[in-house]
Structures are given as C-alpha cells and as structure tokens.
C-alpha cells in the first residue's frame, strides 16, 4: 500500500514542489492549500505524514498542528513544518506542539527526502 503524505501550503509553487519531491519517492501526495483543509483531510484520508507550512490565512500550521494532535482521529500522524519562519522560537514552539521535525525555506530534495524516510 502507498503511503500518503499531507502537503500543506497556501503557496501554489510550494504545493507543487513538494507534491514532485514526495511523490518521486514513492508516496502518493494530498494537498491542501489551508489549515482548516488540512484538519478535514487529515481527518478523511488518514494519511501517513502530513507536510505543514506555517504561514497561512486563517488556520496556520501551528493552530491546526494543535487541532490535529488534540483529535484522537488524528493525533498519532507525524507532523513536519515546512516553512520560512526560521527562527529558534518557531522550532521550539513547532516541537512543543508534538511536530516531528522542522524544515525551514528554502529546503533541499535530501531534506524533505529525509523526513519521509524518518
């Protein structure tokens, strides 16, 4: 069975990016272009990893991260944070909220590769 990944960005460039890195690997790719998107998604698909941007209207990564681990539907699945805050409070406050891992913009194929892998 393939495993699915949860692409989450606003941005359609980023989307996409991730959508050719993940499913190059092997994986089949879920996208979502918001936060509440993403909560509906991850609720429906069940998907095996999910790919968050920070950044975004409404619902940002880190308000549906918290959603997510707060659902028993949803809180086992492995969150990382792609996104262009790089700051050591984002990081801390990504993994305070339960994410597995935090990847800052620009990132590389090897590091997103690297995360699918974990």
């Known amino acids: 069975m393939t495993r699915k990944v949860l692409i ?7 989307r996409s990016n991730l959508e050719r890195i993940v499913t190059d690997a092997g994986f089949q790719a879920l996208l979502a272009d918001s936060g509440a998107k993403a909560i509906e998604c991850a609720k429906r698909d069940k998907p095996d990893l999910i ?6 209207p409404e619902i940002d990564g880190f308000a549906a ?5 707060a659902d028993d539907l949803t809180k086992h699945i492995p969150i990382v944070f792609v996104s262009g805050k790089n700051q050591k ?10 994410a597995r891992g935090y990847v800052t913009k620009p990132y ?7 995360q699918l892998q974990a």
Do not use: C, F
Not at 65 to 69: A, D, N, P
């Open 89 to 98: 409070a984002d990081v801390a406050w990504g993994q305070m909220l339960g």
């Open 108 to 114: 590389s194929r090897e590091q997103i590769l690297a």
């Open 8 to 14: 989450v960005d606003d941005t359609q460039s980023d």
């Open 51 to 56: 790919l968050m941007d920070v950044n975004m």
């Open 65 to 69: 991260t918290r959603m997510l681990k």
